[in-house]
């Protein structure tokens, strides 16, 4: 995943479709309406925030970043909209909170560009990267929590395994966390490259020569646990959708299946009648109160992966706020 960097190294993803679907909320329907709002729920470096109000001059923009450096880099490059900008060092589950204590009810737009950043990954001693040796931490946000070397020398085999299987997707989750207790018995896990390569040696040497390096699972695992992204996400896209204004709209990016299950099902309850079946005629009180912008969840084009290789497994859903039935 990759939210752009202040020196145009990289592209945000997806960010001319993610402009488009937001635009027509975000235009104030008459003269007296107030400038429209969006929150940047993953602030990243900035690349969408800057896109968007560089496209809408009036606009508002809170912007929500769990990692401070990101929050300092965005803040530099948003600096010609500070007026109309507000940043917050908060987990996008935070967001009521956040809109509660600007005193804002509702808002028009809201964007959720998920999982790690290219800064974090491109530096190497924030731990993200299996390709590059570097303390055990993976923490989004270093001021405190849990690293990534205390889970992997603190948890038990069965709960390394649950952790991999749940939320890596890894078929061998098992016997990953079975050599990393071995190992641990004699010297503490403390480095990126040491676990890469005992993941490595502890998968089956068929399966090792497809589906790309054999540590990714493991570590998106352990990145998820340490983070607690799923528990975030599950609380944050619910009240993300709450406060959205009639004719509010949200976007979501997300990189893996996990994420994307947890927005679909999400979108789909309040996109579909919950008038019970053995009814004649559908209930008013239970019409849908949001409508699915996109068919399914939209990917990126060969070109842009071409462009930013982050984007590859990319999934775009995004959807409208509709009036409540009286």
Do not use: W
Not at 180 to 200: F, H, K, N, Q
Not at 258 to 270: G, P, Q, T
Request: aromatic share 4%; charged share 25%.
């Amino acid at each position: 995943m990759d939210r752009g960097t202040p020196q145009g190294d990289h592209v945000p993803v997806l960010l001319d479709r993610c402009l488009a679907l937001l635009a027509p909320a975000l235009h104030p329907r008459t003269e007296a309406d107030r400038p429209a709002v969006v929150v940047d729920a993953t602030l990243g470096l900035g690349g969408h925030a800057e896109a968007l109000l560089r496209a809408h001059p009036d606009l508002r923009l809170v912007g929500l970043d769990r990692d401070p450096a990101a929050l300092e880099r965005s803040r530099s490059r948003l600096s010609p909209y500070a007026e109309r900008l507000h940043l917050v060092h908060a987990v996008y589950d935070a967001l009521p909170a956040v809109l509660a204590e600007l005193g804002l009810d509702s808002v028009d737009g809201v964007l959720f560009d998920l999982g790690v950043s290219s800064m974090q990954l491109d530096r190497a001693e924030r731990g993200f990267a299996y390709s590059q040796d570097a303390p055990l931490d993976m923490r989004m946000d270093q001021t405190g929590g849990r690293t990534a070397g205390e889970i992997v020398n603190g948890y038990s085999a069965a709960r390394l395994a649950q952790i991999l299987r749940e939320y890596g997707e890894e078929r061998f989750a098992g016997r990953i966390a079975a050599a990393i207790v071995r190992e641990r018995g004699d010297t503490p896990l403390e480095s990126t490259a040491r676990l890469a390569e005992l993941v490595r040696a502890a998968i089956p040497a068929a399966t090792r020569r497809t589906g790309g390096h054999p540590a990714k699972r493991t570590f998106q695992a352990l990145r998820i646990e340490v983070n607690g992204e799923l528990e975030s996400l599950r609380a944050a896209v619910p009240a993300a959708l709450a406060a959205l204004a009639v004719g509010g709209r949200i976007v979501v990016l997300s990189y893996h299946s996990l994420e994307d299950r947890i927005v679909k099902r999400a979108f789909v309850s309040e996109s579909t009648d919950r008038t019970p079946l053995d009814l004649p005629v559908p209930l008013p009180s239970a019409a849908p109160t949001l409508r699915l912008l996109t068919r399914g969840a939209e990917t990126a084009t060969a070109d842009e992966v071409a462009a930013n290789p982050r984007a590859a497994s990319v999934r775009l859903r995004a959807a409208e706020r509709l009036e409540a039935a009286a």
